[in-house]
């Protein structure tokens, strides 16, 4: 009998660890101080991933440096693509000007503003200011299901951002992220054309949007991976675009050697952009170039979104493993 028992017990699945929402694991200020290492020593090039956190101060991509990148990823100020780390024009604008400049300061205060978790306690306490530790540790543990373990450290990370934004506790004040009495220009959405105006000069000709970030500062147009500052942006009527002929906008092709026009060059690549916002920093695209000629191309594409998947739910296991 007691034998039965052990092996019922044994059966007995584990208690669920209990994961607060996310948040970011370090303040706005120790952020800014990864990214000033990481500025010091690779400056704007893209750098490894591996390479980007040894600079930071982490041996290996464990637990701590993995939330740590998440975190500068929320403050919106650092972007990775295919396993390498850049600054955002936010990270750079804070890391390159000087601390007195107002381009520096209004990317710091858009930057605390950056982690969800962040706008929404700032948005509900509203003008009536953030109240004691006490109380603000039961707000989160009994309303936003916090880990009791984890409430103090975000707040320390949530009192450090504010002081560092100097965006003082005892009144929120007034940001891009509230209402103004104001005429408010419209909102951009995922194929608007867009002109980019930076320091009083415009960037580029009109381009489509083919994706926004998450917390809604950033867009991504054609032709580029990097994201550019919403604020800066100005919707344009497409109807007042000249389109060259036999070119999508944004396409622009590489003049060849002689009069003679490559067959390959003959014409742009029709090209399909779908993206999905998903949850937290973590959000999907997929380009899609010219037009299926066979199923076996359907099959093939349907295999590497399969091998894709496969590779994220690894990835996603390492991580479990590694935090707990």
């Not at 699945?13 to 994961?19: D, G, L, Y």
């Not at 591996?50 to 993995?66: R, V």
């Not at 990097?226 to 497409?238: A, F, H, N």
Request: zero cysteines; a negative charge.
């Amino acid at each position: 009998m007691e034998q039965e028992i052990q092996g019922e017990a044994a059966k007995k699945p584990s208690k669920a660890r209990h994961r607060s929402p996310n948040y970011p694991s370090i303040g706005l200020k120790t952020a800014v101080a990864k990214i000033t290492a990481l500025y010091k020593k690779d400056g704007l090039a893209p750098s490894q991933k591996l390479a980007a956190i040894n600079h930071m101060g982490y041996e290996k991509l464990h637990s701590d440096a993995a939330r740590a990148l998440s975190a500068l990823k929320s403050f919106g100020l650092i972007e990775e693509n295919d396993e390498r780390l850049k600054l955002t024009q936010r990270g750079i604008d804070i890391v390159a000007r000087q601390p007195d400049d107002s381009r520096r300061v209004d990317a710091i205060r858009v930057a605390a503003m950056g982690p969800e978790i962040y706008r929404e306690l700032l948005a509900y306490y509203g003008e009536s200011g953030l109240p004691s530790d006490a109380t603000l540790r039961s707000e989160l543990v009994a309303v936003r299901k916090f880990n009791p373990d984890s409430v103090d450290a975000m707040i320390r990370a949530f009192k450090e951002t504010l002081d560092f934004a100097n965006l003082p506790d005892e009144k929120v004040i007034e940001s891009e992220y509230k209402e103004t009495g104001g005429e408010q220009p419209p909102a951009i959405k995922i194929g608007d054309f867009v002109q980019w105006e930076s320091g009083g000069q415009i960037q580029f000709e009109a381009k489509r949007v083919r994706a926004l970030s998450t917390d809604g500062l950033w867009a991504f147009v054609d032709g580029s991976d990097t994201g550019l500052p919403i604020e800066e942006l100005t919707i344009v009527s497409v109807d007042s675009i000249e389109k060259p002929v036999g070119l999508h906008i944004g396409f622009v092709a590489p003049k060849p050697p002689g009069n003679e026009k490559p067959a390959h060059l003959s014409a742009a690549p029709k090209m399909r952009s779908y993206s999905w916002a998903l949850s937290g920093d973590f959000n999907a695209r997929m380009d899609l170039f010219g037009e299926a000629q066979t199923e076996e191309d359907i099959e093939a594409l349907a295999d590497y979104v399969e091998i894709t998947i496969k590779a994220l739910k690894r990835s996603l296991k390492a991580s479990q493993d590694a935090a707990s």
